[in-house]
């Protein structure tokens, strides 16, 4: 079966710098799976994230090979590729004075023409079907402005998912929320998998990131182990990467991360 | 079940019927009064209602749309709702440009006819505006950055600014010229200025509407509106297109008006909640009926003098934001 992406040799280098942002990264995602971005701060998740979707700023040199279903990225339409990978980038703003109803409509724009025509009653079927999935229909009419964070959380999801693409990017897409709404998002995504979708979303929160069906390990600008929790080799490299600053244990048939003590606290040298 | 509307609100098109109302309203009485008293006209010929008070209404109008319709594509395009429209530069490269005129012209023919001189000023002022947007996007190598583009704006305005200042100190007599331009005019505005600012008009509503929905991506971040793929680059050279040629019309023919450009979208906010197809419309509607009802107020207020039109819209346009903003609390403009 051909991947739904698949990376090689990639490396980004921003303008003015010497260090590579990211250096001979190779990875793999599987077609209906999730895969979870994990590693330490400015590792570069967020840059390669935005490599394989297409999106790097002007000025960043990228180099290797992505591909998307066997097809190089260069290949596909500008178009095509915005109906075939969906993205949530991070912490989203703008349009607070907006309805939820004209956010989610955004992610019909893929699939339309420029002008603004009078709405496709199909579109208008896919995002009200998108909004009911989401639990945002009854806020269709709220402004985004004065909404809780878990339902602006919900508008932005449901704006990604109308685009109804293949697959689905997220840039840390639990920031700001509360545990109850991380487990909200977890099971959107178990659900999307479940319908055939590709899932992979960069998270800082590594015990939901455990969870899922497929992890790569990203640090120093490059993916040093991929591969499920469940194997011990990719826990000894997650710790590693971490700096042996956490610990990962099984609790209920999952695996959780928990931090450890420093054997040398900084706050005894005071 | 039958199918739900998704959007039962016509809101925004009352709102549109509303404002034509209220333009046809203007125009009426923009027609009849003015500095000099109530006029009715007494036939179609009648010199004081057909050549000079309806073509200013109309005129007064429609340079108040131009500059409604581009201050909603820079504040959208700037994802910043204090973007003015003349933040590229426009307003002090048409400055420049006048005043340098009537150095030129001033110096060389003092008695040239005031036809000539008035196309020839609104020539120079519509280059002029043209010509400095272009030299900050050159600052700013291109549209694709915002933070650069606004950067190279307060640049050119500020140099361009100090060079007007710099002519006037050398050739003061031009002060007296000038002054109804810095200030805006409305008086001197005929048919012929209407049909540009008509052409105009249509041409940058056409545009802006085609863009509209890039506009609206463009507020999720440049990130997102990329992803929906959208051609966002040909999109930011023709909205910057858009308003450079209105801000260009508007000062060319009217002179410098404040806060119409900057208070219309503001205005339409706070009545309704619309994306940018109808946010546009409404903005170019609303700042031609604000600049009609300026000019006619400009007209009466100090009857048998008036008011340059510029100095009414910068008091109530400024007036009316301290307003919002003191009134309500948490009003995020």
Redesign the interface.
Same mark, same amino acid.
């Given at each position: 079966m051909t991947a739904a992406l698949n990376v090689k040799h990639l490396g980004v280098q921003w303008p003015d710098t010497d260090t590579p942002a990211l250096h001979e990264v190779f990875a793999t995602a599987a077609p209906a799976q999730w895969t979870a971005i994990i590693g330490p701060n400015g590792a570069g998740k967020s840059t390669l994230l935005?490599a394989v979707?297409g999106?790097l700023p &002007?000025g960043a040199q990228l180099h290797g090979d992505i591909e998307w279903q066997g097809r190089p990225i260069n290949t596909w339409s500008?178009?095509? &590729?915005? %109906?075939h $990978?969906?993205?949530? *980038?991070q912490g989203?703003? *703008? @349009?607070? +004075?907006? /309805?939820a #109803?004209? $956010?989610v409509r #955004? !992610?019909r724009?893929?699939s339309?023409t420029?002008?603004?025509s009078a709405?496709d009653p199909e579109d +208008?079927r896919i $995002? +009200?079907a998108t909004m009911r999935q989401t639990d945002t229909w009854s806020l269709?009419h709220t402004?985004l !402005?004065s909404m809780s964070g878990g339902e602006r959380q919900r508008v932005r999801l449901a /704006?990604v998912m109308a685009?109804r693409a293949k697959v689905l990017l997220m840039d840390e897409p639990l920031a700001n929320l509360d545990p109850p709404h991380q487990a909200d998002w977890l099971q959107w995504i178990q659900a999307l998998t479940g319908q055939g979708h590709t899932v992979i979303s960069v998270l800082h929160e590594l015990n939901i990131a455990l969870r899922a069906d497929h992890i790569w390990l990203v640090a120093q600008g490059r993916v040093l182990a991929q591969g499920r929790a469940s194997d011990a080799p990719m826990r000894a490299a997650i710790e590693a990467a971490f700096d042996h600053r956490i610990s990962l244990h099984p609790i209920q048939d999952q695996w959780v991360a928990l931090p450890q003590a420093s054997k040398h606290s900084n706050l005894q040298a005071d | 079940m039958p199918p739900?509307h #998704?959007?039962p609100t016509p809101k925004p098109l009352r709102w549109a019927l509303a404002l034509l109302v209220l333009t046809a309203v203007g125009w009426v009485v923009g027609g009849l009064s003015g500095s000099t008293g109530w006029h009715w006209p007494t036939g179609s010929q009648d010199v004081l209602t057909w050549t000079i008070r309806a073509p200013r209404s109309s005129g007064a109008w429609l340079t108040g749309a131009l500059l409604g319709l581009a201050g909603a594509v820079a504040q959208g395009l700037f %994802?910043n709702p204090l973007a003015d429209p003349f933040l590229l530069g426009s307003s002090s490269g048409a400055a420049l440009a006048v005043t340098l005129a009537w150095v030129v012209w001033g110096a060389a023919a003092p008695d040239a006819s005031a036809w000539l001189m008035s196309v020839g000023i609104t020539g120079a002022a519509f280059m002029g505006a043209l010509l400095a947007v272009l030299l900050t996007v050159a600052l700013a190598r291109g549209v694709?950055h915002s933070l650069r583009l606004l950067l190279g704006g307060v640049v050119v305005s500020v140099v361009l600014g100090a060079l007007t200042s710099l002519l006037t100190l050398q050739w003061p007599q031009v002060l007296a010229n000038t002054q109804g331009f810095m200030l805006g005019n409305t008086a001197l505005l005929s048919w012929q200025s209407t049909q540009v600012l008509v052409a105009v008009g249509l041409l940058a509503w056409l545009v802006a509407? @085609?863009?509209?929905? $890039?506009l609206?991506?463009l507020? &999720? *971040?440049t990130? @997102?509106a990329?992803?929906? !793929?959208?051609?966002l680059n040909l999109a930011r050279w023709l909205l910057i297109g858009v308003v450079a040629l209105c801000t260009g019309a508007a000062v060319a023919q009217a002179g410098l008006i404040a806060f119409i450009g900057l208070a219309a979208p503001h205005v339409v906010?706070s009545w309704c %909640?619309v994306?940018h197809?109808w946010l546009i419309t409404l903005s170019a509607l609303t700042g031609g009926v604000l600049l009609l009802a300026a000019d006619i107020a400009a007209r009466l207020l100090m009857a048998p003098n008036e008011l340059p039109v510029g100095i009414l819209t910068a008091l109530v346009g400024g007036g009316y934001l301290l307003w919002r903003l003191q009134n309500k609390s948490g009003y @995020?403009p």
């Open positions: 935005r979707a999106l &002007l500008r178009q095509a &590729l915005a %109906r $990978v969906a993205w949530l *980038g989203e703003q *703008g @349009a607070e +004075e907006w /309805r #109803l004209d $956010v #955004l !992610g724009l893929p339309q420029w002008w603004p709405s +208008e $995002v +009200e269709r402004p !402005g /704006r685009v | 739900q #998704l959007d %994802r694709q509407q @085609a863009c509209a929905r $890039v609206d991506a507020s &999720l *971040g990130e @997102a990329r992803s929906l !793929g959208l051609p906010r %909640r994306t197809a @995020a």
